[in-house]
């Protein structure tokens, strides 16, 4: 019930396309929905979060769409670039549950020139 | 406003040893989170803390690992008498209200990254 899958584990984009990651997860208690990049070396960062009353959130290339009704979130890079080269996680938290981050296992993403 | 910092960056300690890691909030930021991340793995929460208490820790293995967060000074994670299956990268996070409160974003320090020989 604590468990947030995300796929694929990995993903090749040429520079330009979309990139697609998607996330499902099981406890209709989660009220808040993170994405993190991560590079090597580094600690995540947030790139853009939603709450369940909403259906979409955009922020500049990245977009997260929301479906409450199938529990299911994605993260959508527009024109993605060689820079956007890094592993993504999603994640989800509960308000009465400390509000600890439940993170899935992460995709690593490759745009290729 | 310098980020959150984590010391050491890498800490190789052998088994039986302790390993101490340091974590440095935000300014201004109270609450603090401890998250451990396996190799080619997600991150794992561990536990919770606000200046001088524990809020949850039911991440964290109930031998060898504490952790604390004085009124002064950094958060410690501490794990003694380390074992191999204890290598991995380390994150602490704050903020200054709980995560996805009042729309606030988790920071993540850089990690340390533990390696038990």
């Known amino acids: 019930q604590q468990q947030v899958k995300q796929s694929p584990q990995s993903l090749i984009v040429q520079k330009g396309g979309i990139s697609i990651i998607n996330c499902a997860y099981e406890?209709?208690?989660?009220?808040?929905f993170p994405w993190y990049q991560q590079f090597p070396g580094k600690g995540p960062a947030l790139l853009i979060a939603?709450?369940?009353?909403?259906s979409e959130k955009k922020e500049g290339r990245f977009t997260i769409s929301f479906n409450k009704s199938a529990k299911q979130f994605s993260l959508h890079i527009m024109d993605s670039q060689p820079g956007d080269s890094a592993t993504y996680f999603c994640?989800?938290?509960?308000?009465?549950?400390?509000?600890?981050?439940?993170f899935g296992s992460g995709t690593r993403l490759l745009v290729r020139p | 406003n310098a980020g959150v910092m984590q010391n050491p960056r890498h800490l190789v300690r052998r088994r039986g040893q302790e390993a101490r890691l340091r974590c440095s909030p935000m300014?201004?930021?109270?609450?603090v989170y401890w998250y451990r991340q396996l190799p080619e793995e997600g991150l794992k929460f561990m536990v919770y803390?606000?200046?001088?208490?524990?809020?949850?820790e039911s991440g964290m293995p109930k031998e060898r690992f504490s952790a604390e967060f004085p009124k002064e000074g950094p958060s410690i994670l501490r794990i003694q008498q380390v074992v191999r299956g204890d290598s991995a990268a380390y994150f602490c996070?704050?903020?200054?209200?709980?995560?996805?409160?009042?729309?606030?974003?988790?920071?993540f320090g850089n990690g340390t990254r533990l390696t038990v020989t």
């Open positions: 939603i709450r369940p009353d909403v």
């Open positions: 994640a989800a938290s509960r308000r009465d549950s400390s509000y600890k981050l439940i």
């Open positions: 406890n209709t208690a989660f009220d808040y």
């Open positions: 300014k201004g930021h109270s609450h």
């Open positions: 803390l606000q200046k001088e208490n524990i809020i949850d």
């Open positions: 996070a704050s903020s200054p209200y709980p995560t996805g409160g009042n729309n606030s974003p988790l920071h």
